[in-house]
């Protein structure tokens, strides 16, 4: 992290976003520095930045702007790309004695089809669009005109800013040494900028390289559907699933009808039927329920019952003279029906 708060003054060194280099900011540590500071204190912010992610140096720059107190901003070194629309939020912007100021167009990569290159330049233009307007207010030039000043990626020598409204004043004395960026990528950079990123060996196109091999290719969608072709598409789903469920529930039913037979057909079912239709009903195998048969009683046999007697039987409930609940069906029951029939005679 490059963002150093020492009381009243923020130091913010390299590259804005996620550093390559081992010495960067983000919009994140500005405003871990921020929360430290009171709001309506005053604040010197020391920039010095060969550029980075324009969205992170939007964001950054939106932070000073709204602070309550007064920010000025002095440039160290350089304060390019993302780093000038950071400086655009001073209330007061100092260049420092051979500092530099760089204003330029957004830029991206994309990977993708040319659906995806569309939206990437749609997106572009909104940014530089809502950009020109930031260096408009703090230049006083209108929109337009910064740009055209965007599109030619112009540079600025502190005099050079301070004569184009972008700076407030110059300061007497020796900047820091720029901060380390690959300054071969913009177009049109100082010669000693490039000669001094190329003796340093500050590379941006490795770690460029790296992001671009680290996004995936999309996948390939899908052709479109109308609302009929999903209805339908629906329908089809719905009855392939309506004939699978009446399939798989029609196969139950049968298997189960099957292990019932089978159960009740038995040998050791014999005599005992309702504990079979137990085993049955509690989802027993056939096996199972064999061997829970075959290790149980057979029920009592009851007697068989005579149709004499049960005649007689009813005819004496008739009477109001019944026997044994009104039935007369075991044989010992025999010679208290007779009894009572003898009874009967008598008293006709």
């Known amino acids: 992290m490059a963002a150093i708060l020492d009381g009243g003054k923020l130091t913010l060194t390299g590259f804005v976003g996620d550093d390559y280099f081992g010495d960067g900011f983000t919009a994140g540590d500005v405003l871990l520095a921020l929360a430290q500071v009171e709001e309506d204190a005053d604040l010197t912010v020391y920039l010095n930045s060969g550029g980075g992610f324009a969205t992170e140096g939007a964001a950054i720059h939106a932070l000073l702007s709204r602070r309550a107190g007064k920010t000025d901003i002095v440039v160290d070194g350089i304060a390019a790309s993302a780093a000038s629309l950071i400086t655009m939020a001073g209330d007061t912007v100092e260049m420092s004695g051979g500092s530099i100021l760089m204003i330029h167009d957004p ?89 001094l990123a190329a003796k340093k060996n500050w590379r941006l196109t490795d770690a460029m390289a790296a992001a671009k091999s680290a996004v995936q290719p999309r996948q390939t969608q899908e052709p479109s559907m109308t609302d009929k072709d999903r209805a339908d598409q629906l329908a089809a789903e719905n009855a392939t699933l309506k004939a699978n469920l009446s399939t798989a529930s029609l196969d139950a039913v049968k298997a189960d009808r099957e292990r019932r037979a089978a159960i009740m057909a038995l040998p050791e079912a014999d005599g005992r039927t309702a504990l ?5 009903a509690k ?15 057979k029920a009592a046999a009851s007697a068989e019952p005579d149709p004499a007697l049960d005649h007689q039987n009813r005819r004496l409930n008739g009477e109001g003279l019944n026997v044994n609940g009104g039935k007369a069906t075991a044989k010992g029951d025999k010679s208290i029906l007779t009894a009572a029939v003898a009874r009967t005679n008598k008293r006709r």
């Open 276 to 280: 079979a239709e137990h085993l049955y």
């Open 107 to 195: 830029s991206a990569f994309t990977m993708g089809t040319s659906s995806d290159h569309a939206k990437t330049i749609e997106g572009l233009e909104a940014m530089a669009v809502s950009y020109s307007r930031v260096y408009a207010t703090k230049s006083g030039k209108d929109a337009d005109e910064c740009r055209e000043i965007m599109k030619a990626e112009s540079w600025y020598s502190p005099e050079e800013a301070l004569a184009a409204g972008f700076a407030d004043k110059v300061a007497v004395g020796r900047s820091q040494a720029v901060a380390a960026f690959d300054y071969r990528v913009y177009a049109h950079a100082p010669k000693r900028l490039t000669a």
């Open 283 to 297: 989802g027993e195998s056939v096996d199972d329920a064999k061997a829970t048969l075959a290790a149980s009683p």
